[in-house]
């Protein structure tokens, strides 16, 4: 896929969310809650197994006026990173 957002490899973030093996919408449900609990400016990693994640965290992202930084593929999961607006 062409048009998957890499993320730069210097970012690094504030909190860990854990929703590997979680299915949609439970993912993007917890995202929603966990970045509730962070300042503006501060960065989300979130660590999923579901492929719908990769269309579903960049588009709230953009609806909810956070800024996704991409995302990192790693060994069996991804990696998005999102800063809180």
Request: charged share 30%; proline share 5%.
């Amino acid at each position: 896929m062409s048009d998957v957002k890499v993320v730069a490899s210097d970012v690094t973030a504030n909190t860990v969310l854990d929703a590997k093996g979680l299915s949609c919408p439970m993912p993007l449900l917890r995202t929603k809650k966990e970045i509730g609990k962070l300042k503006s400016g501060e960065i989300l990693q979130v660590d999923g197994t579901d492929p719908g994640s990769r269309n579903d965290i960049p588009g709230w992202c953009e609806r909810s006026g956070h800024a996704y930084l991409g995302e990192r593929e790693e060994q069996g999961y991804f990696s998005f990173f999102i800063k809180k607006g």
